[in-house]
Each structure stands twice: as C-alpha cells, then as structure tokens.
T-cell receptor
Framework: EAQVTQNPRYLITVTGKKLTVTCSQN?????MSWYRQDPGLGLRQIYY???????DKGDVPEGYKVSRKEKRNFPLILESPSPNQTSLYFC????????????FGSGTRLTVV | TQLLEQSPQFLSIQEGENLTVYCNSS?????LQWYRQEPGEGPVLLVT?????EVKKLKRLTFQFGDARKDSSLHITAAQPGDTGLYLC????????FGIGTKLQVIP
C-alpha cells in the first residue's frame, strides 16, 4: 500500500530534550515536506526537500532541522524542544515536477512540557 | 509567501442542503489542490485543478478553478453527515501554501 509513515504518533517530552520524528514513504517520491498544524493558524510548512541531499526552509523553520540522506526518509529533528513547538506535525510527499497533490502521513502529536 | 484565503471558516448545515466553499488568492497558481481532513488525521487529497476554468466532479462534489487561476470553489450537493470535516485548499510547488480551512458540520 502506498503510504507515508510517521513515528511516533504521540510524544510527550520535556523542554530541551532532543527528539527525532521519523518519516518514510514507499512511493519513490522525490519531494517531501514537513508541516505543523496549529488551531487558528492552519498548516504551515517547516522544511521541504526536492531530492536526496537537497533541503530548504519553509515558512517556520526556526528550532527545527531536517536531513535527506535517502530518498524514502525525511526525519524532523528538534535539537532543543520548547513548549511553543507543541503541535500536530505532518510529513507529506509527492512526485517532483509540479504539485499534483501530497500524500500525508497520519501525524505526530507532540507535547513539550 | 503566497496566501490562500478560505471562506467561510465554519459552516453548519442540515443533511440534504447544498453548500459552496471558496479559496481565493491575489496570486496566480499553476495548480490548486483540495483536501479533506478528519480530526487527528492527515489531510487526504480530493482533487487537483490545473487549467483555468476547469471543472472536476467527484460524486456529489464539484470543484472549479477560476479562469485567472487565482481562486477555486468546492460545491457539495445534498450534503451527507459523512461529508463532515475540514476542507483545505493548497497551492504552490516548492513552497506550498495551505488555506486555513473550512470546518464543515453536516447535521443528520
């Protein structure tokens, strides 16, 4: 089944403790992206990657890092999480060339206390 | 950053009614997508519109892309409780922008 898999689904952590949210897709998509979704603010793009070793900032990259060492994986790293990073996070992928629509993961609900 | 404005933000209607939601921008988009999202789940792609003036139908849902490719609409005929959800429009290529969404509730 074609899908984007995120882990974990739920995570509660403490301020300053480094964490990684994993994202993997099995559709051989070149383009992957991370979003956070907050009430009243909608989905906002954190980082995106056009292909292996090619990443760029979205609208809200502060406090986040990403890497794209393999085509299928695009982990999101929070080196020193803060409470304002409490949010619902989504990974998504699509074929390159144009945006004909994303396939989204099921989301990761992160709480930083 | 290209902005997408959706209206209305909230809509509560009775089963069987028709409704239209809108997605507007001052920018031209090469394509726009519509998604539906259930609480706590990822958005699911409904349709992509590419050509100005294009109309696409998905059962009781009709999507239209404006002639100038700056706006789009989603019309639902005879809404059902199963249509309840958050409807999002999105556009852009490398930097993708989402509208804030229309939260639809269909009351049986």
């Amino acid at each position: 089944e074609a899908q984007v898999t995120q882990n974990p689904r739920y995570l509660i952590t403490v301020t300053g403790k480094k964490l990684t949210v994993t994202c993997s897709q099995n559709m051989n998509h070149e383009y992957m992206s991370w979003y956070r979704q907050d009430p009243g603010l909608g989905l906002r793009q954190i980082y995106y990657s056009m292909n292996v070793e090619v990443t760029d900032k979205g609208d809200v990259p502060e406090g986040y890092k990403v890497s794209r060492k393999e085509k299928r994986n695009f982990p999101l790293i929070l080196e020193s999480p803060s409470p304002n990073q409490t949010s619902l996070y989504f990974c998504a992928s699509t074929s390159s060339g144009t945006n004909y629509g994303y396939t989204f993961g099921s989301g990761t609900r992160l709480t930083v206390v | 950053t290209q902005l997408l404005e959706q209206s209305p933000q909230f809509l509560s209607i009775q089963e069987g009614e028709n409704l239209t939601v809108y997605c507007n921008s001052s920018s031209v988009f090469s394509s726009l997508q519509w998604y539906r999202q259930e609480p706590g789940e990822g958005p699911v792609l409904l349709v992509t519109v590419v050509t100005g003036g294009e109309v696409k139908k998905l059962k009781r849902l009709t999507f239209q892309f404006g002639d100038a490719r700056k706006d789009s609409s989603l019309h639902i005929t005879a809404a059902q409780p199963g249509d309840t959800g958050l409807y999002l429009c999105a556009g852009g290529y490398q930097k993708v922008t989402f509208g804030i969404g229309t939260k639809l509730q269909v009351i049986p």
